[in-house]
């Protein structure tokens, strides 16, 4: 067991080329600014389904899935999960995204954002995330940081990670959209995205936002049924008033929150038309 449990965690410091393809980095390596003096325990738990998530995140950090050079495209983008800013869905609105776009010759790395103290215990459901009401401000603003510094370091590691610093962008699921729509409203040359994705993004209002000279190409998605991004069209209005390029896709039932699992409703395959739109950004082939 300690053997198998030693090759596991080798696979992640495999270089770059190696058969694993992964790879993680630190987002702020001397402590993300705002919270150096957190105290909480980040806990990691799994659904009745097996999948992955997170809580209590203090050390933000981005999980590369690197493509093969052969299949590459230079392409790379940001997965940003959701989870109200509280709970991160790690595997269903990140790794299998991540694994999604790798496959397809685009870099992609999951990241983990800050996220609002839980407390420790051991389960934390959607009921007590919608108790706990809107996520404190200050909390959305360091996730967006975190975003913005994220596309910084994999601009910065671009030759290492064989990505074109021009064509790195984010997507974002419910609070990982506003996470991501921030990153495409306020921005540096040294961060901006040259593509963002928002997929049912939830803490959004559009008639408080001015969408800046800048602003990159966007894809947003959401269902029909879901009213935590009923804001989703009124964003893409906005976008196309400011005569930025956009598309919009609105998908009669699939509710909030249904990520990559096939579950028998029209949003199943809504990963093919990202990979549509994708292609025609000339970032996927």
Do not use: C
């Not at 402590?31 to 998530?53: C, L, M, V, Y």
């Amino acid at each position: 067991m300690r053997m198998k449990r030693i090759a596991a965690a080798s696979l992640v410091l495999l270089p770059i080329g190696a058969l694993a393809q992964t790879t993680v980095a630190k987002l702020w390596p001397n402590g993300a600014p705002g919270s150096e003096n957190w105290t909480q325990k980040e806990i990691e738990s799994n659904t009745i389904a097996g999948f992955r998530r997170f809580r209590n995140v203090v050390d933000p950090s981005i999980t590369g899935y690197l493509p093969f050079q052969t299949t590459a495209t230079g392409a790379a983008a940001i997965v940003a999960p959701g989870g109200a800013f509280r709970v991160l869905a790690f595997d269903t609105e990140g790794t299998t995204i991540a694994e999604w776009l790798r496959q397809h010759g685009v870099a992609a790395f999951v990241l983990k954002y800050r996220l609002a103290n839980t407390g420790t215990a051991e389960s934390y459901t959607r009921a007590d995330a919608d108790a706990a009401g809107d996520p404190p401000p200050e909390i959305q603003a360091m996730a967006a940081a975190d975003a913005l510094r994220a596309i910084e370091i994999v601009r910065q590691r671009a030759t290492e990670w064989r990505v074109d610093p021009a064509k790195i962008g984010i997507i974002g699921f419910s609070a990982g959209g506003y996470v991501a729509l921030q990153t495409a409203l306020h921005h540096t040359s040294a961060n901006r995205p040259a593509f963002v994705g928002a997929i049912y993004a939830s803490y959004m209002d559009a008639a408080k936002i001015t969408v800046p000279d800048d602003a990159p190409p966007t894809f947003f998605l959401h269902a029909y049924n879901d009213p935590m991004s009923d804001s989703t069209p009124s964003l893409y209005l906005a976008w196309k008033a400011a005569a930025k390029p956009a598309e919009l896709h609105s998908y009669a039932d699939g509710g909030h929150a249904f990520g990559m699992p096939m579950r028998g409703r029209s949003t199943d395959n809504w990963i093919e038309r990202f990979g549509d739109w994708l292609r025609y950004q000339k970032l996927l082939r």
